[in-house]
């Protein structure tokens, strides 16, 4: 069996908590993530992916909830050494490589950041070939070392972004659309670069789109949030071709594909989110309905799902 | 079907300190009364610089027009003065563009916005630009728009002001719509609205439309024919079905083999290596043949014509030549090409005509 490497439990990030402009950025979400796996979150902006995951990173200190890494609590109280053991062993990568590295920094110091700060390296020799090595990795090389991010392209910026994210040696690493900005070939060498990384070192990824091809190709599993709420979270074959909540099934259906005779026939599903009729008092959380495949539904809905899912197999 | 728009053998250059970018080397296409082209091809292909071209968008003090045509209903728009093109613009040929801000004057109340481009091409009064307006806003999908044409830019949310982008850009019935990437930033969702809208307005009032896009879905989703660029130049031009189906390119192959499919599991996805050519020095011959496997010793060399493959199908290179040897497209190609009837692949049952 898959082991755990992160559990969020019940995670809320408000904003402007208690005044008028409050924003339930994450509103109560649960979901693991097991060693080795990628697990995407998807949904449109501003349902809150990148709070997600910056809460988990502890960019933001979290409203409620509990975050385990390696079944250990990261949230709340800690020691400053505590601390930076974590953020070693967490790393995030942006989707806008440019904004996320420093002008006025050559490469090699932009890599070497982590290296310096967590005291990684003994001399100056060992972390220049540390990072020529890293540069090595992720399709670059050590010339490169020499230069400023601008004299790079969209698709190598987001190869240094790896880069930087890989010298401290992370376990978990949350990619924050890391491709959205980039070319569909560039799109694609990346991709193929996060899958062999991930091979290689046994790494686990969050990886958050709004591309649902793309996310489909590299996820395990997939969770689907709308509005603060993760509303479906399954293996990523079955939520494509069994889509069960409303809100999934009508972002799938308005993905277009490069097949201009399923463009011909594609019909678009809307999705009301009064459509569920609740009722007051009505209990509305994540139900499994099939082995692995979780619904945020009713216990109504939940009776409804489990027999429609039933006559399926 | 009637030509809208001609553009022969345009080349374009800007002058920058590295040198002279040569950002359009000889482009060819028509636009077809009623129809959607799609140009679609990297970043840096010159896709924007061919539309703004048109427009005639580019900076004049480092932009050089080199050599071509633009006709436009048979008058050359290069040739005209800017007095001319300003009647033209926003007219007869109006733009929108991904960041729909870049259109959109955030101090000005979008119903001031909408009249403008009314007042200014059409004999129209002010309270008849306004009726106007708020028809414009309620066709574009915009809820209680007598209230919402008093608000500024900044109360709507990114797909509504992409809609009311498409409403000033429509104001006067233009003969051609050029929409470069106006769906690139916005959701799956939003993105699906926008373009149901503009086909439905396109059926309305019978306009021509470039698309440009690098979204593949979005194209085999609008386009009735599909341009596909690479440095600087068009290296394939077909029917929407020619493009998806029967690809000749191997640029071409390459951009469609490296979207995942949804129905296969590939283990590794097809990746373009490499990157664009550098336009300050151009290769000299295909420009695409360093990043491909399928390149000749003759694509070193010298740049290939334009093969024709059928009435409608346009490719470039030399692979289409009768002497070239014979390859084998990537497998998830040869899958499209099974179905298509002009093809080598084809498997279902030819029909006779
Ligand atoms: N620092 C912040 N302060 C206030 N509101 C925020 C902040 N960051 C994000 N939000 C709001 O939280 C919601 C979720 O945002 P975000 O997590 O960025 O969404 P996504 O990444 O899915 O697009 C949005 O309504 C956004 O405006
Ligand atoms: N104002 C400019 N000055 C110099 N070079 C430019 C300018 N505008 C575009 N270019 C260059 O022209 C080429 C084509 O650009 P563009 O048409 O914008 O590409 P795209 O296909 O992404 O729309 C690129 O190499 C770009 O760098
Ligand atoms: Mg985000
Ligand atoms: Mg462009």
Not at chain 1, 49 to 64: F, W
Not at chain 1, 86 to 97: T, Y
Not at chain 2, 291 to 314: C, G, K, N, W
């Amino acid at each position: 069996m898959a082991e755990k490497l992160l559990e969020i439990k019940n995670l809320k990030q408000y904003f402007n908590q208690g005044k008028a402009n409050e924003v339930r950025a994450v509103d109560d979400i649960s979901f693991d993530i097991y060693r080795g796996e990628t697990l995407g979150l998807v949904g449109e902006s501003g349902c809150g992916k990148s709070t997600t995951g910056r809460s988990i990173i502890r960019l933001y200190d979290a409203t409620a909830g509990e975050v385990k890494f390696n079944g250990v609590s990261v949230h709340g109280k800690k020691s400053k050494s505590d601390l930076k053991i974590f953020n070693r062993k967490m790393q995030m990568i942006f989707q806008d490589p440019y904004a996320s590295l420093n002008p006025r920094m050559k490469v090699l110091d932009i890599i070497a950041e982590g290296l310096d700060i967590h005291g990684l390296t003994k001399s100056s020799k060992e972390r220049k070939d540390r990072v020529h090595e890293l540069l090595e990795t992720v399709g670059l090389n050590k010339e490169h070392a020499n230069r400023y991010p601008h004299e790079f392209s969209g698709g190598q910026r987001q190869r240094l972004g790896i880069a930087r994210a890989l010298a401290v040696e992370p376990e978990f690493i949350i990619a924050d659309e890391p491709i959205s900005a980039l070319d569909v070939s560039i799109q694609a060498q990346v991709v193929n670069l996060l899958k062999e990384l991930q091979e290689e070192k046994g790494l686990t990824y969050l990886f958050i789109a709004h591309d649902l091809s793309m996310v489909k190709y590299i996820s395990d599993r997939i969770g689907v949030m709308y509005f603060g709420k993760l509303v479906e979270l399954a293996p990523a074959e079955e939520l494509y071709n069994n889509p069960l909540h409303p809100y999934t099934q009508s972002l799938l259906s308005a993905i277009p594909l490069p097949d201009p005779n399923y463009e011909r026939t594609r019909v678009r599903k809307s999705y009301d989110p009064t459509s569920h009729n609740y009722e007051d008092g009505e209990e509305i959380a994540m139900r499994e309905v099939t082995p692995g495949h979780f619904v945020f539904c009713s216990a109504r809905e939940f009776e409804s799902l489990k027999l429609t899912s039933a006559a399926r197999v | 079907m009637e030509k809208i728009l001609e553009v022969k053998d345009l080349q374009l250059s800007f002058h920058t300190f590295a040198g002279e970018v040569k950002a359009i080397r000889g482009v060819n296409f028509d636009l077809l009364k009623g129809e959607t082209l799609a140009i679609v091809g990297e970043s840096g292909s010159g896709k924007s610089v061919t539309t703004k071209a048109i427009m005639r968008l580019l900076p004049e003090s480092s932009s050089e027009f080199k050599s071509g045509e633009i006709l436009f209903n048979g008058k050359d728009l290069t040739k005209l003065t800017d007095k001319e093109m300003q009647k033209i613009r926003g007219k007869d040929i109006s733009m929108i563009f991904q960041d729909p801000m870049t259109s959109l004057n955030p101090t000005m109340t979008i119903g001031r916005q909408i009249t403008e481009p009314l007042l200014k091409h059409q004999k129209v009064g002010k309270t008849e630009a306004k009726k106007i307006a708020v028809d414009l806003l309620r066709m574009v999908g915009m809820p209680k728009p007598e209230l919402r044409i008093k608000q500024y830019p900044h109360q709507f949310s990114g797909g509504q002001r992409q809609r009311i982008v498409i409403a000033i850009a429509l104001a006067c019935n233009p003969q051609i719509l050029i929409a470069d990437e106006p769906t690139t930033a916005l959701d799956v969702t939003i993105q699906a609205q926008i373009l149901e809208l503009m086909k439905d307005l396109q059926k309305k009032i019978d306009t021509s439309i470039i698309f440009i896009t690098h979204d593949l879905g979005v194209v085999a989703n609008v386009a009735d024919r599909v341009a596909v660029m690479y440095g600087g130049r068009i290296v394939e031009m077909g029917t929407v079905d020619e493009i998806f189906y029967n690809p000749q390119h191997p640029y071409t192959w390459g951009l469609l083999s490296s979207m995942p499919s949804l129905d296969t599991a590939e283990e590794k996805l097809y990746a373009i290596p490499g990157t664009p050519p550098d336009l300050l020095d151009p290769p000299k011959g295909d420009a695409f043949a360093l990043r491909s496997e399928y390149a000749l010793a003759i694509d070193m060399e010298q740049a290939p014509p334009v093969f024709q493959v059928s009435d409608t199908h346009f490719a470039s290179t030399w692979l289409l030549h009768p002497d070239a040897p014979k390859v084998e497209p990537p497998l998830s190609i040869i899958e499209r090409m099974k179905k298509f009837p002009g093809s080598r692949y084809y498997e279902g049952v030819r029909t006779n005509g």
